[in-house]
């Protein structure tokens, strides 16, 4: 069936972009479609512009406009909405950063899709919440700072360009974040990770060995102020993946025999209204920037919305019966099935933010 990619929000992908997906969606999944192609068709579509003011370069808006859009592709494919996950991450971190030079360098690339964004901050939001130590390390002499480390897990790696952000333990005992790009000598990119899903995502590891960078590629100097502030956005984005997946494979249980529709009817309205709450929670949370002081409720809607995937999956497959086991007409159905299961594994994952919970009940008691 053809499907038209839309949310709540109204953000609604051009149809040459959405005929494309839908065409690409199991090769991206599997791989065999290129990682390459995907950037310039979301660059393309206006994807990577939205949420991002129209002074610099974007299509105006706010990073809600972010997340919808976000969601919108992974009603398509996860592979593609991780791959704009990253990349908008990234230029959020670009439009909250005090250096609005690198900024004003990098922001014209990355809205043309000349250079990939990365965000690596993964380690440093587990290190934010007090459940690892910082993987890089960095030595400062003078305006260069010398980097070493490992960063095990990053997407939206483009082999032809890219820069990615990253939290390193500097000497003086404080934190920086710092930007990193794919042609600083010393830095090592991995081949591609060997995933059960979203394989074409350019998710590779990266290697450090005496990266020299200088000052200006310093997005804050302080992390522990600034990664509360961008946290928001680097986990509202990526809800933006579970909301865009549960809304798909509920919007194909619907679409189910009549029969399927009747019994399925009480649990489908119960998820889909379960996923309409939760939306509107985190677009208020964005909006009035209160996940900023408090990112509980922020963490809490990312577990509830992993919890509405796999029931919107489980009700999916009830609605499809042996249908959705067999290769030819399972197919849309066994991917989304592979795609559900990377969402309690992205960092943070859920054990990781069950542990963070606890941990602040526990301070809190």
Known sequence: MSYALTNMAGTRPDSAFGAWLAHAADGLDTGTEPAAAVLPHLVDAGLAAAGVPVSCGGAGGDIVDGVAAVSAVAQGSLAAALVLWGHRTYIEYLLQSPNKALGAELLPSLLSGSLAGATGLSNAMKFLAGLEPLQVTAEQEGETLTLNGRMPWVTNLRPQGFHVAAVVDHSDGGARVVSLAHDDAGLKRSKDLSLLAVRSSNTAAIALANVEIKAKRILHSNAREWLPQVRP??????????????????????????????????????????????????????????????????????????????????????????????????RGFARRWREAAFIPVITPSLVQLKTALQQRQRSAA
């Open 233 to 330: 956005a680097f986990t509202g984005l990526q809800c933006g993946m579970s909301i865009g997946l549960a809304r798909r494979a509920l919007a194909e249980a619907k679409n189910a025999t009549v029969t399927a529709r009747l019994v399925l009817a009480e649990p489908l309205l119960e998820t889909e209204q379960q996923l309409d709450h939760a939306e509107k929670c985190l677009f208020a949370g964005l909006r009035s920037r209160s996940f900023e002081a408090d990112a509980a409720p922020l963490f809490e809607l990312r577990l509830a919305l992993a919890e509405i995937v796999s029931a919107a999956l489980s009700l999916e497959l009830q609605a499809a019966g042996g249908r959705a086991y067999l290769v030819e007409s399972g």
